[in-house]
């Protein structure tokens, strides 16, 4: 039902603190906790004594302690104590899964943990990077995460969802679609438009050019690259170089069950860095526009589950999207 | 699973406004709306596109735009506009639904449209005659239709759910029972009865004829009329016509799902029509009863749904109840 | 799915009053009331007729009336009264389930009513026996009520999940497991050990000897016998017989569905049973500890269910709990 060999946004870094965190990753129960170097660690969240959640246990030192009975288990999940017994039985253990703490995320791979390569896990320094600034958060969705997968790689729908906060009518400008390898890529160069509002406060002429670079990065994540060239204004001095803004959304959506998700979001800069009204423009903003899109999307969901089957049409602006499908599709074929 | 070839009474006129209005019927998510000239249109509330539902749109002129991408439908169903596309799709349409506004009621034909006649609709003028006065409401009850529909046939049960309202034992009269077509009708005939107290407060007699019509029009429709008939007093000069009052109970109940309904209800009479306090006492009184109805057919539900197949007995009271099971399974059976 | 040729605690006495209680045991639904001399009946609470519940209806002599139509039912399950009509019919009846009333609890028996013996009702006496103290309650439990069995019959869960409260640590001490019958029987034994502060205030020494026997009656019931006996102080007169305290928990887990349970408790003493400030002690202690059980068991019941099949590692620990599970299993294929 799921890419399992691909690295999924299991929390944000903040989220994982002195106590153990338990989630569904997949439909899996997983317990998150750092063990006694503060290293984070991903466990099953299901004691193999009596199935007891670890993630009502305590840590100790690198260990797990079940809250049941007190069994402990290591970083690899092996059962490495049990009060009261001499021997530890040999088949006591959890799985565990590989877990990698970067850019203020933890990525965990679902997988055989003889795939997992580290140097896999998506490119998003922006997300830590001192020149930039960020901000994000994470929102719970009763949805299918492809649904807003799709909704991401969608332009069209800004006008629409969104008329009330971010709105403008995108659906005129055409996007190149292109997909290989686990990768699909839209772009769409806009010549000559009015700067936006945040581009102009930072003394941006009043035209510009504007690249937007939609990525979805299989299984789950979904960024959107957006860079401002200024144009020279009518009294530019022909000597300087353009000057560019960069922005880029991370998105990541990590199935929790089929019909539910974690969206993981953050909005990155690298201008105005220091300036926390902008941060709070952006955050605000955001936490509006992706709540426009839950209820949209949650909606959805309800009347898809009421006939999973019933017929769909596609049109162009789909384009992201069904090729966005079709490569999860082929690597879950590919096991 | 049910009757489709049948008019069902969707919602009451005032329910939908400007706004669209999104409503299960049959277990089909429906969305209503009013085109530009006023008139009441059924779409499938499942955009062809992404299947949101198409009642978190807006209103477009006669159209419905949806509101996650603005695709258009007219109240054909049929795509008109498709933002940012040349040629709509030719596939790109949602079902209608026949449609009949008639008797503050909207009526949908969930069948085959083509059999769908609206003078087959059933004859509810006394919900806006004015010679009547009306009161009703609609009410959500957690429970198989035809439960309901069955306790509208039976009014054995007013001296036991209602003893502390309506209540009283209504068993000894004799009702006699006939099925013909589609509808099954009972009558009960009381001769020399007391006045109930709202026809004495209009200067009946102390003693009256009352005659009981209870008609089940399938799939969905109880109608109760009740007219009664002052008999001549001590002082009566033999000269007079006896004065007669008439009650027509208009209940409808549609299916939302096979374990829950939209009841719809109204109380219509054809004297002291402007006298609201009377108005008052039979809404009031209404609402207390059907809601001691509900009460017992929602535990009713969960009983049944706990043992399905468990055996039950009928007995002479459930005369009409049985008959109209007989028809809904002959109707449904017909396809 | 469970043992039916069993006495199950369906209610604590004084849960039933003048009202009629419905309840669901094993699944299927029960309704309880008094005769007019008091003596409990325990019926299927669905009325033959409509399928309506009967703990809705009213309590007439020795009957109970159905809310929705009246229909009457003496405690043999014999529908004896159909309002409006001469003759009820003779299929007309629901089940009766043998009750028997003692130790201040209804002991309902859902199986063969021929094979019912009230003398096989475990003794309860310390429940009502006026040389003993109790207090006791019913709590709702969301799991699969072997899960409560395992937990009563494990003491090593006790220095976890009741580490803030009543916790000790005990996995030290040896426990000898013997089942014979429909009884799984365990006793630790402990010498000279430190006196419990509830006996020290009832002027006991500071040593003592104790020995708690755990006790699993098929298929519903875990007694847990706690005797201290007194070991002689340095001051102690040869000649005096060593004082004995008793504590008696009495525990009582009845299914409600496969994944919720009634679970009914009572602590027991023949010590300072006047003294209500020991009794009050003893009910927010237990009342506190099976709380931190409730929390445990029903996050472990959701685990399970996230994945009933996951396979599971026993220890010394459990093997009360494995013979229960056996004996329960043995009695269910026994039918």
């Given at each position: 039902?799921?890419?399992?060999?691909?690295?999924?946004v299991?929390a944000?870094?903040d989220?994982?603190?002195?106590?153990?965190?338990?989630?569904?990753?997949?439909?899996e129960?997983?317990v998150f906790?750092?063990?006694?170097?503060?290293?984070?660690v991903?466990?099953e969240?299901r004691?193999c004594?009596?199935?007891?959640p670890?993630h009502?246990?305590?840590v100790?030192?690198?260990c797990?302690?079940?809250?049941?009975?007190?069994?402990?288990?290591?970083?690899?999940?092996?059962?490495?104590r049990?009060?009261?017994?001499e021997?530890?039985p040999?088949?006591?253990?959890?799985?565990s899964?590989?877990?990698?703490?970067?850019?203020?995320?933890?990525?965990?791979?679902?997988?055989?943990?003889t795939a997992?390569r580290?140097?896999?896990?998506?490119?998003?320094?922006?997300n830590?990077?001192?020149?930039w600034?960020q901000t994000?958060?994470?929102?719970p969705?009763?949805?299918?995460?492809?649904?807003?997968?799709?909704?991401?790689?969608?332009?069209?729908?800004?006008?629409?969802?969104?008329a009330?906060?971010?709105?403008?009518?995108?659906?005129?400008?055409?996007i190149?679609?292109?997909s290989?390898g686990?990768?699909v890529?839209?772009v769409?160069?806009?010549?000559?438009?009015?700067?936006?509002?945040?581009?102009r406060?930072?003394?941006?002429?009043?035209?510009?050019?504007?690249?937007?670079?939609?990525t979805f990065l299989?299984a789950?994540h979904?960024?959107?690259?957006?860079?401002?060239?200024?144009?020279?204004?009518?009294?530019?001095?022909?000597?300087t170089q353009?000057?560019?803004?960069?922005?880029?959304?991370?998105n990541?959506?990590?199935?929790?069950?089929?019909?539910?998700?974690?969206?993981?979001?953050?909005s990155?800069?690298?201008?105005a860095?220091?300036?926390?009204?902008?941060?709070?423009?952006?955050?605000?903003m955001?936490v509006?526009?992706?709540d426009?899109?839950?209820?949209?999307?949650?909606?959805?969901?309800?009347?898809?589950?009421?006939d999973?089957?019933?017929p769909?049409?596609?049109?162009?602006?789909?384009?992201?999207?069904v090729?966005?499908?079709r490569?999860?599709?082929?690597?879950?074929?590919?096991?």
């Amino acid at each position: 039902m799921f890419v399992r060999n691909s690295w999924y946004v299991a929390a944000q870094s903040d989220e994982l603190g002195a106590a153990p965190l338990g989630r569904l990753i997949l439909g899996e129960p997983v317990v998150f906790y750092r063990a006694g170097d503060g290293r984070a660690v991903a466990l099953e969240d299901r004691c193999c004594h009596k199935r007891a959640p670890l993630h009502r246990g305590r840590v100790r030192g690198d260990c797990i302690a079940c809250g049941y009975h007190g069994f402990e288990f290591d970083p690899s999940g092996a059962c490495v104590r049990v009060p009261g017994l001499e021997q530890v039985p040999a088949n006591a253990r959890v799985r565990s899964y590989p877990l990698v703490e970067r850019h203020r995320y933890l990525w965990i791979w679902m997988g055989d943990p003889t795939a997992a390569r580290p140097e896999e896990i998506p490119d998003f320094h922006t997300n830590d990077d001192p020149r930039w600034a960020q901000t994000g958060t994470r929102l719970p969705v009763a949805a299918d995460y492809l649904l807003m997968v799709e909704n991401l790689l969608d332009l069209s729908h800004v006008g629409f969802i969104h008329a009330g906060t971010i709105g403008s009518d995108d659906t005129g400008a055409a996007i190149r679609w292109d997909s290989s390898g686990a990768q699909v890529v839209g772009v769409r160069s806009s010549i000559d438009i009015d700067t936006p509002p945040h581009n102009r406060k930072q003394g941006f002429a009043p035209r510009c050019d504007q690249t937007k670079v939609m990525t979805f990065l299989a299984a789950s994540h979904v960024t959107i690259d957006i860079t401002t060239v200024e144009r020279p204004g009518a009294a530019a001095d022909a000597g300087t170089q353009p000057r560019a803004m960069h922005i880029m959304l991370l998105n990541s959506i990590t199935p929790e069950t089929a019909t539910t998700c974690h969206y993981f979001w953050s909005s990155t800069r690298d201008f105005a860095i220091a300036d926390e009204s902008i941060t709070r423009f952006f955050h605000e903003m955001t936490v509006r526009a992706f709540d426009e899109d839950r209820v949209m999307i949650e909606a959805q969901q309800r009347i898809i589950d009421l006939d999973p089957v019933a017929p769909t049409v596609s049109v162009a602006g789909d384009l992201g999207g069904v090729q966005a499908r079709r490569l999860v599709n082929r690597l879950i074929a590919q096991g």
